[in-house]
């Protein structure tokens, strides 16, 4: 079930009527149940993989929670991993290595083909065998007692609104809360604190992700067609896109939690005005990026080690989060990439800091600052090429393209869209609805419309992200009139009915 389908729209509200009127020792099972049906409404016989990895780790849980040694609790953390990786490798994995075997063995002119499997990819499988697996691996580390009761621990996996895509809530947060269901009671604060994240990541999903989308799929699903400018707009739209999506997601899960009365991690916080990479990291999907550094980085040794030590432990990290996002070289090669840059970064800092105070750099902090982001975007963006291309060779293509000094597709929608400024007459004659065209004649896939409407959200989205992150301008947006706050709210309404892409899509990180 997707949150911007018209059933969610039945869902939700059906499911909070029930959980608020129930008597609260019940809400647990009306959950749990609410949650199978969500998950059960893209592919039904699917739910056996998640009751299977709910009942492996709640037994070892049990059973490594009534051990005191670690080494006895290690046969179960073992039986735990492998159970759901092993699940996450057969489903997700299986078609990637063997094409990749089968591709090897060509090479070496041997006969040997791997059995071939038409499997489907599970929604949301990384998601919940990696929330599971913390579980296992923080009691089996003496961080966490295990859950005893089931049913809430069924529900800890399963939970609906991030159950698909985040945030990978942590058992030491999430299980308390669904402890204490008993004591929670309707607050329409909370609840319209809920609806207003909720609408605020619908926006970004059905107005401005599926809406770039448009543009984005008709370039890189046939790059060739395309020159420089137009690869370049598509990665920087995908950019946009990507955020969109996901952060409107996490929004949404967000907020339908918090009506409900629980707090679910913060997984966004606008990752793109960081000035360096790392910063990327602290502010891009927080639940994963944490995730990693706590079961992946941390037990590797971290930072305390050697260098040589140091720098494999984070480009492994990285090349290991990236085939997390997908089964493909190009997820691979984007993990690698990231981990390279953080590399690079920690080597060239000297260089940096002398070039900044050499040239001045360092008496203009805010040039300093823009130039930074600048970068980082840029460096962020060309990541995205490999995490958005079909293939390794489209990619190449596309980066390519950037540098290739072809500006004919630009030139082409400059025109476009500056005739609706400087234009007169009806909507035709401006050009409104007329698509925007590539230099070759290859339609981009947006009207001029739908073009400045999408930039016009993005440049909104923005300023509103920006100014939520300070404290002060919170406090002032809270003492506004009744009338400026609902009039906003009534606004994105009103864009959300009629200006959203009516070729909505599933949520990118569903594939994940």
């Given at each position: 079930?997707?949150?911007?389908?018209?059933?969610?729209?039945?869902?939700?509200?059906?499911?909070?009527?029930?959980?608020?009127?129930?008597?609260?020792?019940?809400?647990?099972?009306?959950?749990?149940?609410?949650?199978?049906?969500?998950?059960?409404?893209?592919?039904?016989?699917?739910?056996?993989?998640?009751?299977?990895?709910?009942?492996?780790?709640?037994?070892?849980?049990?059973?490594?929670?009534?051990?005191?040694?670690?080494?006895?609790?290690?046969?179960?953390?073992?039986?735990?991993?492998?159970?759901?990786?092993?699940?996450?490798?057969?489903?997700?994995?299986?078609?990637?290595?063997?094409?990749?075997?089968?591709?090897?063995?060509?090479?070496?002119?041997?006969?040997?083909?791997?059995?071939?499997?038409?499997?489907?990819?599970?929604?949301?499988?990384?998601?919940?065998?990696?929330?599971?697996?913390?579980?296992?691996?923080?009691?089996y580390n003496g961080k966490l007692k295990p859950e005893k009761h089931f049913g809430i621990f069924a529900l800890f996996v399963s939970f609906f609104p991030q159950l698909v895509a985040g945030p990978i809530e942590r058992a030491s947060n999430l299980l308390p809360q669904f402890g204490r269901m008993t004591e929670i009671k309707f607050n329409s604060e909370r609840a319209t604190r809920g609806l207003q994240q909720m609408l605020w990541g619908m926006f970004k999903k059905v107005v401005?992700?599926?809406?770039?989308?448009?543009?984005?799929?008709?370039?890189?699903?046939?790059?060739?067609?395309?020159?420089?400018?137009?690869?370049?707009?598509?990665?920087?739209?995908?950019?946009?896109?990507?955020?969109?999506?996901?952060?409107?997601?996490?929004?949404?899960?967000?907020?339908?939690?918090?009506?409900?009365?629980?707090?679910?991690?913060?997984?966004?916080?606008?990752?793109?005005?960081?000035?360096?990479?790392?910063?990327?990291?602290?502010?891009?999907?927080?639940?994963?990026?944490?995730?990693?550094?706590?079961?992946?980085?941390?037990?590797?040794?971290?930072?305390?080690?050697?260098?040589?030590?140091?720098?494999?432990?984070?480009?492994?990290?990285?090349?290991?989060?990236?085939?997390?996002?997908?089964?493909?070289?190009?997820?691979?090669?984007?993990?690698?990439?990231?981990?390279?840059?953080?590399?690079?970064?920690?080597?060239?800092?000297?260089?940096?800091?002398?070039?900044?105070?050499?040239?001045?750099?360092?008496?203009?902090?805010?040039l300093k600052s823009f130039m930074d982001v600048g970068i980082t975007f840029g460096l962020v963006m060309i990541g995205w090429v490999f995490f958005r291309a079909n293939h390794i060779t489209d990619a190449i293509y596309i980066i390519g393209g950037f540098f290739d000094g072809k500006t004919a597709d630009l030139t082409n929608l400059l025109s476009a869209v500056g005739g609706v400024f400087i234009g007169a007459g009806t909507l035709d004659n401006i050009g409104l609805g007329s698509?925007?065209?590539?230099?070759?004649?290859?339609?981009?896939?947006?009207?001029?419309?739908?073009?400045?409407?999408?930039?016009?959200?993005?440049?909104?989205?923005?300023?509103?992200?920006?100014?939520?992150?300070?404290?002060?301008?919170?406090?002032?947006?809270?003492?506004?009139?009744?009338?400026?706050?609902?009039?906003?709210?009534?606004?994105?309404?009103?864009?959300?009915?009629?200006?959203?892409?009516?070729?909505?899509?599933?949520?990118?990180?569903?594939?994940?």
């Amino acid at each position: 079930m997707l949150f911007n389908s018209f059933e969610f729209l039945v869902f939700f509200p059906v499911v909070i009527v029930l959980y608020f009127s129930l008597q609260t020792k019940n809400r647990w099972w009306l959950l749990l149940i609410a949650s199978y049906v969500f998950y059960m409404a893209w592919k039904p016989a699917y739910i056996i993989l998640i009751i299977l990895s709910t009942f492996v780790d709640y037994f070892c849980g049990l059973k490594m929670g009534s051990l005191d040694e670690k080494a006895k609790r290690k046969p179960f953390l073992y039986i735990s991993l492998l159970s759901n990786l092993g699940l996450l490798f057969f489903f997700k994995y299986y078609g990637f290595f063997a094409d990749s075997v089968d591709s090897f063995f060509a090479f070496m002119a041997l006969d040997f083909t791997s059995p071939a499997l038409d499997l489907i990819l599970p929604m949301g499988i990384s998601f919940y065998t990696f929330q599971t697996m913390s579980y296992s691996i923080d009691i089996y580390n003496g961080k966490l007692k295990p859950e005893k009761h089931f049913g809430i621990f069924a529900l800890f996996v399963s939970f609906f609104p991030q159950l698909v895509a985040g945030p990978i809530e942590r058992a030491s947060n999430l299980l308390p809360q669904f402890g204490r269901m008993t004591e929670i009671k309707f607050n329409s604060e909370r609840a319209t604190r809920g609806l207003q994240q909720m609408l605020w990541g619908m926006f970004k999903k059905v107005v401005i992700a599926d809406r770039l989308g448009v543009l984005v799929n008709s370039v890189y699903d046939q790059p060739e067609y395309f020159e420089g400018s137009s690869l370049l707009l598509a990665t920087v739209f995908f950019s946009f896109q990507i955020y969109c999506d996901f952060s409107g997601y996490s929004d949404i899960a967000i907020g339908a939690a918090k009506i409900m009365g629980f707090d679910l991690m913060k997984n966004f916080d606008t990752p793109y005005a960081s000035k360096t990479i790392s910063e990327f990291w602290k502010r891009w999907h927080i639940s994963l990026s944490t995730w990693f550094r706590d079961y992946v980085y941390i037990p590797m040794g971290g930072n305390r080690v050697v260098k040589w030590r140091w720098y494999y432990n984070l480009f492994i990290t990285f090349l290991v989060s990236g085939l997390w996002h997908g089964a493909n070289w190009t997820f691979v090669i984007w993990g690698a990439l990231h981990g390279v840059y953080l590399i690079g970064a920690i080597l060239l800092m000297p260089a940096k800091n002398n070039f900044n105070r050499l040239s001045g750099l360092d008496k203009f902090p805010q040039l300093k600052s823009f130039m930074d982001v600048g970068i980082t975007f840029g460096l962020v963006m060309i990541g995205w090429v490999f995490f958005r291309a079909n293939h390794i060779t489209d990619a190449i293509y596309i980066i390519g393209g950037f540098f290739d000094g072809k500006t004919a597709d630009l030139t082409n929608l400059l025109s476009a869209v500056g005739g609706v400024f400087i234009g007169a007459g009806t909507l035709d004659n401006i050009g409104l609805g007329s698509d925007l065209m590539s230099a070759s004649g290859y339609s981009l896939g947006l009207t001029v419309f739908d073009f400045i409407l999408a930039v016009g959200s993005i440049i909104f989205m923005t300023i509103m992200e920006s100014n939520f992150r300070m404290e002060s301008f919170r406090l002032k947006w809270k003492s506004r009139p009744v009338y400026v706050k609902w009039g906003t709210y009534a606004m994105l309404i009103y864009v959300l009915l009629f200006f959203r892409n009516f070729e909505s899509s599933e949520f990118i990180y569903f594939q994940f």
